[in-house]
């Protein structure tokens, strides 16, 4: 049972355009998402992350939108470059019986074109 | 660089041995976590610890187990190794385990059986 779903594996898009990646997840406990992205060879590094109590964060080209009722996150990249060409992991976290764990999706490989 | 290493970086072993794999938080971390990552799939958390003691679980099998040492590193083992444990495993630390803490990622070790 895949609590947290990437729909797209890849997402290919020019330099300069927005990248938007997309996630979804169906457990209601969830209560704090996250972004890591991750280079070949490297661990996942973070990126954004969001409370579930806000629908929206921002960190200079990254934006974290959140609609709770739709259980849905994306991540948008604005404007996109070259350099973030990565699979960015979308993770959720929640608090169960004393420990918080996070879930992570399968991924979705970005690549920006020049 | 995320401070946090794991050793070795890469592993070929065979079916039904043991295998030890090693991690180094980041300095100060109390808290790491181990991931596995197979093909295709996403980061599945194996287990945590904190400050020498297990503190979450995850979908860790029997045959593999962790332990986190008076110096804080931790190690992985992985024993009675089946073709179907063939995949990344990541080391992730944060400072004190708790919610919405950001975790750090190791670069991985990449685990072939034949």
């Known amino acids: 049972d895949q609590q947290v779903k990437q729909n797209s594996p890849s997402l290919s898009v020019q330099e300069g355009r927005i990248s938007i990646l997309n996630c979804d997840y169906t457990n209601s406990m969830f209560d704090y998402f996250l972004w890591y992205k991750k280079y070949p060879a490297e661990g996942p590094t973070f990126l954004i992350s969001?409370?579930?109590?806000?629908d929206k964060n921002e960190d200079g080209r990254f934006t974290v939108f959140l609609n709770k009722s739709a259980k849905h996150l994306s991540l948008h990249i604005v404007p996109s470059q070259p350099g973030d060409s990565a699979v960015y992991f979308c993770a959720a976290s929640s608090y169960q019986g004393g420990s918080e764990k996070l879930v992570f999706g399968k991924g979705t490989k970005l690549t920006v074109n020049p | 660089d995320s401070g946090v290493t794991q050793t070795p970086k890469h592993l070929i072993t065979a079916t039904g041995q043991r295998v030890t794999l090693r991690c180094s938080p980041r300095s100060g971390d109390l808290s790491v976590y181990w991931y596995q990552q197979s093909l295709d799939q996403g980061l599945q958390f194996l287990i945590q610890y904190y400050n020498g003691e297990e503190r979450a679980k995850g979908n860790i099998l029997e045959r593999f187990s962790a332990q986190q040492f008076p110096d804080l590193h931790s190690e992985l083992n992985l024993s009675s190794l089946e073709l179907g444990d063939s995949a990344l495993y990541f080391c992730?630390?944060?400072?004190?385990?708790?919610?919405?803490?950001?975790?750090?990622f190791g670069p991985g070790t990449r685990l072939l059986v034949l």
């Open positions: 969001i409370s579930s109590i806000k």
């Open positions: 992730a630390s944060s400072a004190r385990g708790v919610k919405v803490e950001t975790q750090y």
